[in-house]
């Protein structure tokens, strides 16, 4: 299904999954050997260089999360506390530099913090290595993004088990949703002043060698913009 995605001349900037997934190192390696970058949700119990992605997660120091909105709901923005970790670079063997990064993302709902949800996510390497933490709330955005579909061009209301009858659908649903996504977002950006959103703190790299990092908003603003 992605190698037709990809088949016709059209850009991909992030692909997004949920954790059934997600959790499965084969169709994470077979992304980044596409060359896609991808944010995708994982278990709790999913492993990262050994430890469990919740306990890395449990260690992250208080300046890492920070207050993002996950995208606009019916009673205004649906924010959440998110932070990121930036993992060992991936290295050809014999590369002078490394092909790819890699992050971990967690977010956290704001009135039950006990309530997480963990993300693995990947990209091309880019010296220095910009994307920072709180721009993979594209993960949220993108993963979200593929429920308003279904709620508003009935994405998901489909009763066939077979490829040609449920392609021409899926396709027709999303380029309905596709339509009023654009529309809406150049309403909302009428009249409204450019932000930015600057960084301001580094922290020492752990034992671990995860990379706690200030604020997802690098990624979000490079994967919006492609």
């Not at 490829?163 to 529309?183: D, N, S």
């Amino acid at each position: 299904m992605v190698l037709r995605a990809l088949a016709p001349p059209l850009p991909v900037a992030w692909v997004a999954a949920d954790a059934a997934y997600g959790q499965d190192s084969r169709f994470r390696r077979f992304l980044e050997d596409a060359g896609l970058p991808y944010v995708v949700a994982v278990p709790k119990s999913q492993q990262v260089h050994g430890p469990r992605i919740e306990h890395l997660i449990d260690q992250a120091p208080d300046e890492a999360w920070q207050r993002l909105s996950c995208g606009d709901g019916a009673k205004g923005p649906r924010l959440y506390d998110w932070a990121a970790a930036r993992l060992p670079a991936v290295w050809e063997f014999g590369g002078d530099q490394p092909t790819r990064q890699r992050w971990m993302l967690a977010r956290r709902s704001i009135t039950k913090p006990d309530e997480l949800a963990y993300f693995l996510a990947s990209a091309p390497w880019t010296p220095p290595s910009p994307i920072s933490c709180g721009s993979l709330d594209v993960a949220g955005k993108s993963r979200n993004a593929s429920r308003a579909p279904s709620k508003e061009c009935g994405l998901d209301q489909y009763e066939v088990r077979r490829y040609v009858g449920w392609h021409p659908h899926i396709t027709l649903a999303m380029l309905a949703h596709t339509l009023l996504a654009v529309t809406a977002a150049q309403e909302r950006q009428k009249g409204e002043p450019t932000t930015t959103h600057p960084t301001s703190w580094t922290s020492p790299p752990p034992k671990s060698a995860v990379y706690w990092q200030p604020s997802a908003r690098v990624l979000l603003d490079r994967a919006t913009t492609r």
